[in-house]
């Protein structure tokens, strides 16, 4: 199954042997072996009626190893090359029997009690489709993990844009970021992050699965935008917090993880606003100047 079938179908798995599943945690985990060691103790003791899967992307450092001989509990997908998140994840859920599938981050921490806090959200709430939860860095500075679609003036008002760091409290930075959501409440939002992403599985029934053409970053945002357009609500659920070790995987292959944001941004734009050449143009040209200056301000730091 290619990019574009994996996102427009996706046929319910029956597995008479999972009857009892609820929820299923689907991790992605690529030579992450000492989170992803944190991540899995983290979720010992949580209720029978959840199931975790690890799709390893031909990790280097250990982590099937460490599956097999410390977590024989865990459902491990093991791939002989690194096909990209969104592949990987689409093998967590076709082969999940959960009636959630949460995606999770393999550098994050989250409690059993968080994890049938999020599950009861969605049950008392018809309509609402994914969950998304208030995120921390390891440092407990808040992570805009849930924003607003973006848009061709996203790359002046990002959160590593040069007007966000000159003047954060900008309305457009606001705006987009999400900054303004009520950290008491719960509120509708376009987007969560795919950090921490829980979805009702009649979502990837109507809505597809993620797209494989991201093979990193923004394929979160895509998943949410096909979601409401079928109708679902996105809800940022700040009551639970999680801790996000900031991509400890990523930072290994910062320059090369950079490219591959830029250029799921870019496809993002593509896939949606096609009619309007012009600007997805200028948006071309202004995603590889800052992706540019990005890699500079990198190599210089470094």
């Not at 985990?29 to 000492?34: D, R, T, Y």
């Not at 959200?121 to 860095?137: A, E, F, M, S």
């Not at 309305?171 to 959501?181: A, D, I, Q």
């Not at 719960?186 to 699965?209: H, I, M, N, T, Y």
């Amino acid at each position: 199954m290619d990019g574009l079938e994996a996102a427009t179908a996706f046929s319910v798995r029956q597995n008479l042997n999972k009857a009892a599943v609820e929820l299923s945690i689907v991790i992605v985990s690529f030579n992450v072996k000492k989170d992803l060691r944190r991540c899995l103790q983290g979720l010992a003791g949580c209720a029978d009626s959840i199931e975790i899967i690890v799709v390893d992307n031909h990790s280097s450092d250990g982590s099937v190893e460490m599956l097999r001989a410390d977590f024989p509990e865990v459902t491990l997908i093991e791939n002989r090359v690194n096909t990209g998140f969104s592949r990987a994840a689409n093998q967590g859920i076709r082969s999940s029997a959960g009636k959630f599938a949460l995606l999770l981050n393999p550098d994050t921490r989250i409690s059993g009690s968080d994890l049938e806090s999020m599950v009861d959200y969605l049950k008392q709430n018809r309509r609402v489709g994914i969950l998304g939860c208030q995120i921390l860095n390891s440092q407990g500075k808040r992570q805009f993990s849930a924003r607003s679609f973006p848009w061709f003036s996203t790359s002046f008002s990002s959160n590593q844009s040069i007007l966000n760091r000159v003047v954060p409290k900008n309305p457009w930075s606001r705006k987009y970021l999400g900054k303004e959501l009520s950290l008491d409440s719960p509120s509708q939002v376009d987007w969560v992050s795919g950090s921490c992403l829980l979805a009702k599985r009649e979502v990837f029934e109507s809505a597809g699965l993620l797209d494989e053409r991201f093979f990193m970053y923004v394929e979160d945002v895509d998943l949410c935008k096909r979601a409401k357009e079928k109708g679902w609500e996105i809800v940022y659920y700040p009551q639970v917090k999680i801790t996000h070790n900031n991509g400890q995987s990523v930072r290994k292959r910062k320059l090369i993880m950079l490219a591959e944001h830029h250029k799921s941004m870019y496809y993002y734009f593509t896939k949606y606003h096609a009619d309007r050449k012009i600007l997805a143009g200028l948006v071309y040209l202004g995603v590889w100047i800052r992706s540019g200056f990005s890699a500079l301000g990198y190599w210089l730091k470094n």
